[in-house]
C-alpha cells in the first residue's frame, strides 16, 4: 500500500530555496514525480525520476530544481533554488509503478495530500 507524504513546503523570498519530501513509497515503486497546482488552473508536471535516477524537469523549473531519490530511506526530494513568486502552488508527490519520466499527471495511481509552497516578491 502507497501512502504519500509531502513535508517542507513554507513562505519564502523571491530568491529562496526551499527543499520538499515525500515519503511513503514503497521498493516497487519505481516512477517518482513532483506536480504543483494553483487554484483555477490544471495541476501540471515538475519534476519526475526513475529507479535509477535518470529525470525530467519541466521548462519553467530546469536549472533551479533538482529531483532526488534516497531509496535506502524511500524518500523524494525536491530541492528549489532562485525561487520566483510564479512558482507559488500546492506541490504533489506522485507514484506509479511502471510509468516513468512522465509530467502527466494521468500516468500517476498514487498522491499525498500536497504541501503549500509560497514565493514573495
Known amino acids: 500500500q502507497v501512502h504519500l507524504v509531502e513535508s517542507g513546503g513554507g513562505s519564502v523570498q523571491a530568491g529562496g530555496s526551499l527543499r520538499l519530501s515525500c515519503r511513503g513509497w514503497?521498493?516497487?515503486?519505481?516512477?517518482l514525480g513532483w506536480f504543483r497546482q494553483v487554484p483555477g488552473k490544471e495541476r501540471g508536471g515538475v519534476a519526475s525520476?526513475?529507479?535509477?535516477?535518470?529525470?525530467v524537469y519541466a521548462d519553467s523549473v530546469k536549472g533551479r530544481f533538482t529531483i532526488s531519490r534516497d531509496n535506502a530511506k524511500n524518500t523524494l526530494y525536491l530541492q528549489m533554488n532562485s525561487l520566483k513568486p510564479e512558482d507559488t502552488a500546492m506541490y504533489y508527490c506522485?507514484?506509479?509503478?511502471?510509468?516513468?519520466?512522465?509530467?502527466?499527471?494521468?500516468?500517476?495511481?498514487?498522491w499525498g495530500q500536497g504541501t503549500q509552497v509560497t514565493v514573495s516578491s
Open positions: 506522485a507514484a506509479d509503478p511502471r510509468r516513468c519520466l512522465s509530467l502527466h499527471s494521468a500516468n500517476y495511481d498514487y
Open positions: 514503497s521498493y516497487n515503486i519505481y516512477c
Open positions: 525520476i526513475d529507479s535509477a535516477s535518470s529525470t
